[in-house]
């Protein structure tokens, strides 16, 4: 019983992360329509960058937390700027390819900047066991993963706010139905798409410090960020309470997979599993959990 | 002045579906193709084959079977590499278990074999599309590579995990193994890219290809008009799986002869395809072979240049490399995005009307 | 494949007499969620005859023909075609029972050119199978020529020649508007369904497309139900109108009859709903 609630309690916390980074991708489809593939790389770009800063300058971790939310922000620029303003109105799988080629684009820039190699994140953030549950229960539960789970928290209930009651997450919203017609209304294209590539970037640098604390910054950081999509899947790519919910499903599904389904079928199920529980929930529902049922029109 | 088609007038309807309507372009392709088939050959070395022939060759393929799916069809697809890792590893099992087999039947039932695999896989199509549909065929790409890494059978038990190809003979020259000729293994990939450049094309102008290019382009309408969703998709599916299928079997067998697969056919490498396909053009055939062309080619002339000509590491070269290779697809993206196809075509009707362009 | 098809003729494939019943509907309801799209309608549909659905904004006009084309599946109610209560089909069955359709909103495909999307119109009557299509020779040339004759007298009928290689992306409102007629004819349907065929055309265009649509009715045989707002293009064009508000049916019958129908004429100056 113990392995049990141990296995689900750690897929919960994997699965906080998953939502952490699926968090980045609902923001900018529910504000621009985009599909941004380059999310997950994003995640392991301002980890290195943040990783970089303080290798290299030996900064205090604030300081270098405000530096790559600049640099981040610069990229939300540079990204609108050199890409979306002159993709307006294309059609969304012309604009999800370019954030294909976008994902190249930092991966290129990350390692040449800070080099290939793994990095290390270590800023003090708690670790090691939760002391009541191993002492009373005999359950071990990281630190780091409860505090990821509160940040998650935060962060979400912070961006629900922005999203319904703001007048920039209304703006925010119109310009995802419509390009054109958000223009027609005299919304700024460019201001709104830097706004939310800008806080995507930051979901991004949180989710990236907390993979990267856990596991350490490289390259399969954005792999693991990928999986962010079933996630997504599940949860409907408007959904913020589906990202989370999403997540967690994901993350359990897959735990509890890997102990019990995994080893007759010789591990790493972690691999796919995923993926095959998002394809099959396709099937029964495809908008996702929390998506609205779509009629087609002609 | 030379590249005109007045004076060609076409008393036929056949003659106006032609492939190559205007008699020169006709002229300039077969004697590209008699260059390729009777002079090629006799050049080639290991390097030329090696380097850029067989990656040129059996990419294109690739790219053609992705076009087909993605360029006509309107799927997109994130698992080529998965579906050439079934091309691989069926002629694997083909190859050592009907040691008489010829390798023309391996090459084809491999392609059949991933076709089938493409259409379970193309399924869940029907019900969902778009991005949803790319996540779907992630599943494909994790999965399948999962599965040849961690069932034996697949890989005959081996000890490393890696498959290697037997000597096999065709009409009596040795076609795989280490001590094969390039040009044998060259005319081979040839010959079979021809003949099936021919029949994509041939589908694509017929019935089957408006059908695909209808659900394409808008689903309800070809609907409405009687086109039917769930068997135009799946053989889009199907014969796309069958060239990825295909292009598998020949970087296994031919070209490089030992494959491990989560290095030769991983999530880059359906990446990789699917640029080709993007920077070639979406929807165009003779597209496939050009950004299959650009992207084999552009690392090596950048690798030279950049190591050779400005001594820079080879690990930052590579760097480079991806970060030029997603440049150029924003770049195609914004500029022109149907890719090098569309400017061969505008370069072709402005050299119609050079030198009077008005 | 579509054992539903005469390939025989351009009319009468289903053998009924001109004046026949061809389509009934009785008492079809549809909703979406809680709203009632349409409510309790029954009308029918004679052969060889012009049928105009009219009616307000949001009255269900276009719920009515996606109902009949498959589209969207009533929840209430029957539909009989050629005498026959048709089971819940999908769109393309009904496609290949020989009803074909515009819309409101062009619906070409933009990728390709008129040819290309007049051809696919064609895709029902074309049966070489995937190996023959392969090759594009022999019996699948002989085939895709036979039907390439057949679109060129359509392109001919509609006067569409110059227009024939371009994408259909680049034409113009009113041409795409008739290559989607093209298209629909070249199914040789025994129902043609238009929706809103005149919506933002000049009168010129209009009279061109009135003219069209009758030589349609008339050389072809083929049974037309349109959808239209423009009162003096109905009042000419067709036989009979059924009218339908808020999704019910308020009127039934020949043009000058309905014209003077007072549940019409209030539906369309606008007394208050909510009795």
Not at chain 1, 75 to 94: D, K, M, S
Request: hydrophobic share 55%.
């Amino acid at each position: 019983m113990a392995i049990f609630i141990e296995t689900v309690l750690s897929g919960l916390m994997a699965g906080v992360m998953y939502a952490l980074v699926a968090l980045g991708f609902v923001l900018i489809f529910k504000a621009s329509g985009i599909f941004n593939f380059a999310q997950g790389v994003m995640c392991l770009f301002a980890a290195l960058t943040f990783a970089g800063i303080m290798e290299k300058t030996s900064v205090p971790w604030p300081i270098a937390f405000v530096l790559t939310v600049a640099v981040m922000v610069g990229v939300a620029w540079a990204v609108e700027r050199f890409v979306l303003r002159h993709l307006v109105n294309q059609e969304p799988i012309i604009l999800f390819m370019a954030t294909i080629g976008l994902a190249y684009v930092l991966e290129g820039v990350g390692d040449i900047i800070w080099g290939s190699d793994v990095k290390v994140i270590n800023i003090g953030l708690p670790s090691g066991a939760v002391d009541v549950l191993l002492d009373n229960f005999d359950i071990y539960l990281d630190k780091l993963e409860v505090f990821a789970a509160l940040i998650a928290a935060v962060l979400v209930g912070f961006l629900a706010v922005f999203f319904q009651k703001t007048r920039i997450g209304r703006a925010l919203r119109a310009v995802a139905d419509d390009h054109q017609a958000a223009l027609s209304v005299g919304i700024s294209l460019q201001t709104i798409w830097v706004i939310v590539w800008s806080v995507a970037g930051f979901v991004a640098l949180v989710a990236g410090i907390m993979w990267g604390a856990k596991s350490g910054v490289q390259f399969s950081l954005s792999l693991i960020a990928l999986k962010a999509l079933p996630v997504l899947i599940l949860g409907g790519f408007t959904s913020i309470p589906g990202a989370i919910v999403g997540g967690l499903i994901i993350g359990v599904g897959e735990k509890l997979a890997e102990i019990y389904v995994g080893p007759m079928v010789g591990g790493a199920i972690e691999n796919w599993f995923a993926y095959m529980l998002a394809l099959a929930f396709l099937l029964f529902r495809p908008q996702g959990l929390f998506g609205e049922k779509i009629i087609e029109r002609v | 002045m030379l590249y005109r088609e007045a004076g060609q007038f076409k008393s036929s309807y056949a003659a106006d579906q032609a492939i190559f309507p205007i008699a020169q372009d006709r002229w300039a392709v077969w004697a590209f193709l008699a260059v390729a088939f009777l002079v090629v050959p006799f050049f080639v070395n290991d390097y030329w084959t090696n380097a850029i022939l067989l990656p040129l060759l059996i990419y294109g393929m690739a790219a053609l079977g992705l076009n087909i799916l993605v360029g006509y069809c309107g799927q997109i697809s994130l698992g080529t590499g998965g579906f050439m890792a079934v091309g691989a590893y069926a002629s694997y099992k083909l190859m050592t278990s009907f040691p008489e087999l010829n390798m023309i039947v391996v090459v084809l039932l491999s392609g059949g074999i991933t076709a089938a695999v493409g259409v379970m896989f193309g399924l869940p199509s029907l019900r969902i599309k778009g991005f949803y549909l790319a996540v779907a065929t992630l599943a494909a790409q994790f999965f399948l590579v999962w599965l040849f890494n961690k069932v034996g059978w697949f890989y005959n038990y081996s000890a490393t995990g890696q498959i290697n190809a037997p000597d096999r003979f065709l009409f009596g020259f040795q076609l795989t193994g280490a001590s094969a000729q390039p040009w044998v293994k060259y005319l081979f990939c040839l010959t079979l890219l021809t003949v099936f450049a021919l029949i994509a094309k041939n589908l694509v102008r017929g019935r089957i290809g408006r059908n695909w290019m209808a659900i394409r382009d808008m689903d309800i309408a070809a609907e409405l008009i009687g086109v039917r969703p769930l068997m135009t998709k799946l053989s889009a599916f199907a014969v796309s799986s069958f060239y990825i299928g295909m292009a598998g079997s020949l970087l296994f067998a031919v070209y490089l002869g030992a494959v491990e697969v989560g290095e030769s056919f991983g999530i880059n490498v359906s990446f990789l395809v699917l640029f080709m396909v993007i920077i070639g053009g979406l929807g165009s055939i003779v597209g496939s072979f050009m950004g299959a062309a650009f992207l084999v080619l552009m690392p090596i002339l950048l690798k030279n240049f950049m190591v050779d000509g400005l001594g820079l590491m080879p690990v930052t070269a590579k760097h480079v490399e991806i970060l030029l290779m997603g440049l150029l697809i924003i770049f195609f993206l914004i500029v022109e995005p149907h890719g090098l196809a569309r400017l061969w075509q505008i370069t072709k009707e402005k050299l119609r009307m050079w030198p009077f362009p008005y | 494949m579509n054992a539903f098809v005469d390939p025989a003729g351009m009319s009468g494939h289903s053998g009924l007499a001109r004046g026949e019943v061809l389509l009934r509907v009785d008492n079809v309801s549809l909703s979406f969620g809680g709203v009632k799209a349409i409510t309790n309608i029954s009308f029918d549909i004679l052969k060889g005859e012009v049928r105009a659905i009219i009616g307000p904004n949001g009255a269900g006009k276009t719920s009515m023909l996606n109902v009949i084309n498959g589209f969207y599946h009533p929840q209430e109610g029957t539909i009989t075609w050629r005498g026959q209560v048709r089971r819940k089909m999908r769109p393309y069955e009904a496609a290949s029972h020989g009803i074909a359709r515009t819309f409101q909103n062009v619906a070409l495909f933009k990728g390709m050119t008129t040819l290309d999307n007049i051809m696919t119109g064609r895709g029902l009557k074309m049966r070489k199978n995937f190996f023959w299509q392969c090759l594009h020779w022999g019996p699948a040339l002989k085939e895709e020529n036979e039907h390439r004759r057949k679109v060129e007298e359509i392109i001919d009928f509609l006067e569409i020649q110059a227009i024939r290689k371009t994408p259909v992306g680049r034409l113009p409102y009113g041409l795409q508007k008739r290559v989607e007629l093209a298209r629909a004819l070249a199914m040789e349907p025994e129902l043609l369904l238009l929706d809103e065929p005149m919506a933002g055309m000049n009168l010129e265009e209009k009279e061109d497309m009135s003219r069209f649509i009758l030589d349609v009715n008339q050389q072809f045989g083929t049974t037309i139900a349109l959808i239209e707002h423009d009162m003096g293009v109905v009042m000419d064009l067709s036989d009979r109108v059924v009218v339908l508000d808020y999704g019910r049916k308020i009127a039934d019958g020949p043009p000058e009859e309905v014209q003077s129908n007072q549940n019409v004429i209030d539906a369309y100056l606008g007394v208050p709903h909510g009795n």
